[in-house]
């Protein structure tokens, strides 16, 4: 049933951030030659795909987020020998690499923006949004920065603002210059033609802003607890129309390679998500839904939003699954204890590609930050930092939880010696060998991978639904409660039997009309 899906359908990807994951040389950050260290580590947990954080070159000012070549490597986590190597070993083994490719705006230190801020007449200047004050010598517009303030900033050299939707280090580019346009496709053309698999599209719907400036129309419900630039409606700034016709052209360039792929990031409501696998001509094959990472662990909410997102999702638009990322609150400290193993199992077992985020598989927490150690920008100006959920990975108990001889960049976790890769894996019990079970039954079992989303009745503190492929049929109770609660699996008193459950020794086990779940359980049961 599998046969005709492509790699980034029936996998799992694995979202990891080279600095904080394995380090080599010493000096505290993770870097290429310790991803390549750890493959088999990846491998043994059954990823199809590994995407990485940003490894460009870049000041650091927004986490790498801030590129000032686009074809090349960091020294910080190696050369593109290394990056080379990489793509070669994991391809020996059937991973696939995928880069996170940042297009809305570059480093101010680029050449490209030094060129572009020296002077108006400066070839390069339109390759940025550069725009003159108000006749009241007001900022163009009222468009605010994603880490608060105005997106606007005044460069002095020109008597102009240039645009820039998240650190005024970080300018956005002129996507309507067909220059651009060229450049960034050449930046992929690069990264196809050494080998890479696919792309994750940072801030994607971003892209194209409202070419007459218009200001955004304030929003009424805004609660100061929610990110600055959420106090106006994005009208102008996000998901503007023409941007599917850039979606468009980069899905021609990135189709001229075999078998490539395109994520998105999103931060839209499903509705708009799903319009970004391209309704005239096809523009991403994955447009990230990230409703599972801001979601609380709340079985009605949940329910609520997979449904939703199945029902919005076009016949053609493949699903895929978010829980936790580098912007977000890690999954173990959203759904604690136990609770891990059952938003495990709900992550596997949902129809679509999920994205696994580094540490979750062994239930990594965030991590309580102090200020002098913060390093998030968002961190800095907000309440909001993401240094918590960055930390570096746990791989046994060894100081710094062994992923340095050196001084972590981010402090690692004081439990790191019971929550850790090596005491997981020799624990048939831990978190670490549920997940590669639930992943080697993907593998094994193909109505996981393609068979339909059936939702079936259910009340809170369940979530249950069926995943069902020609005669298999697979249902799916999670208990959302730490009690003992019976599930009817059927009408009539169906019988089914258990497949896996998030606890240890249940597989096989007959059910008759109702299962019995332990608190914090999940089953999957085949009936
Ligand atoms: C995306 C990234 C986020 C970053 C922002 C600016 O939203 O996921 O981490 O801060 O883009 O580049």
């Known amino acids: 049933m599998t046969k005709n899906l492509h790699w980034w359908q029936y996998g799992v990807?694995?979202?990891?951030?080279?600095?904080?994951?394995?380090?080599t040389n010493g000096d505290g950050e993770g870097d290429l030659p310790g991803v390549i260290n750890k493959l088999d580590y990846i491998q043994s947990l059954g990823i199809e795909a590994i995407w990485l954080s940003p490894i460009y070159p870049s000041p650091m000012a927004e986490f790498g987020y801030d590129v000032t070549d686009y074809t090349d490597i960091h020294p910080l986590f190696g050369t593109l020998n290394d990056f080379d190597a990489l793509v070669t070993q994991a391809h020996d083994r059937g991973i696939k690499i995928i880069l996170d490719w940042i297009p809305n705006h570059t480093s101010d230190q680029h050449p490209w923006f030094m060129e572009s801020r020296s002077s108006r007449d400066n070839p390069k200047r339109d390759w940025y949004i550069w725009r003159d004050p108000k006749p009241d010598g007001a900022p163009p517009s009222n468009w605010i920065s994603v880490f608060g303030g105005s997106v606007w900033e005044w460069s002095n050299e020109t008597d102009q603002y240039y645009c820039h939707t998240f650190l005024k280090e970080q300018p956005d580019l002129n996507w309507r210059n067909p220059e651009v346009q060229q450049a960034m496709l050449d930046v992929l053309r690069f990264w196809l033609e050494r080998g890479v698999d696919g792309f994750r599209i940072d801030a994607t719907c971003l892209l194209i802003k409202d070419?007459?400036?218009?200001?955004?129309?304030?929003?009424?419900?805004?609660?100061?607890?929610?990110?600055p630039d959420k106090a106006v409606l994005p009208k102008y700034t996000r998901d503007q129309p023409t941007v599917h016709d850039v979606f468009a052209m980069i899905r021609r360039v990135v189709d001229d390679y075999d078998d490539r792929m395109l994520a998105g990031e999103l931060y839209l409501p499903i509705e708009k998500v799903v319009s970004y696998y391209g309704k005239q001509a096809p523009e991403l094959h994955l447009p990230l839904n990230l409703q599972l990472a801001w979601s609380p662990w709340n079985a009605d909410k949940l329910a609520s939003t997979i449904d939703h997102y199945e029902n919005q999702l076009p016949a053609e638009g493949w699903p895929t699954w978010t829980i936790s990322t580098h912007d977000s609150t890690r999954i173990a400290s959203r759904?604690?204890?136990?609770?891990?193993?059952?938003?495990?199992?709900?992550?596997?077992t949902l129809r679509?590609?999920?994205?696994?985020?580094?540490g979750a598989e062994i239930g990594m927490q965030d991590v309580p930050i102090a200020p002098e150690q913060e390093e998030d920008p968002q961190g800095k100006r907000t309440d909001r930092s993401r240094d918590p959920f960055r930390t570096p990975m746990q791989w046994d108990n060894r100081e710094h939880a062994g992923f340095t001889s050196g001084q972590p960049w981010l402090p690692?976790?004081?439990?790191?010696?019971?929550?850790?890769?090596?005491?997981?894996?020799?624990?048939?019990h831990s978190l670490l060998?549920?997940?590669r079970r639930l992943i080697n039954l993907r593998r094994c079992e193909p109505t996981l991978i393609s068979g339909a989303y059936i939702s079936v009745p259910r009340k809170d503190p369940f979530i249950a639904y069926q995943r069902q492929g020609g005669e298999r049929r697979l249902l799916v109770v999670l208990n959302l409660s730490a009690e003992p609660q019976n599930f009817n699996i059927g009408e009539g008193g169906r019988h089914g039997r258990i497949l896996l459950s998030t606890f240890m020794n249940r597989e096989k086990e007959e059910v008759h009309g109702v299962v019995e779940l332990r608190g914090n359980e999940g089953v999957i049961i085949v009936v």
């Open 211 to 227: 070419d007459q400036f218009r200001d955004n129309p304030p929003n009424p419900d805004y609660q100061p607890d929610q990110a």
């Open 352 to 358: 679509g590609t999920p994205t696994l985020y580094y």
């Open 433 to 435: 060998n549920l997940y």
């Open 412 to 428: 690692v976790a004081e439990d790191f010696s019971t929550v850790n890769v090596a005491v997981q894996h020799n624990d048939p």
């Open 335 to 348: 759904a604690q204890g136990e609770q891990a193993r059952v938003a495990a199992m709900l992550h596997m």
């Open 13 to 23: 990807i694995y979202q990891l951030i080279v600095r904080s994951f394995f380090d």
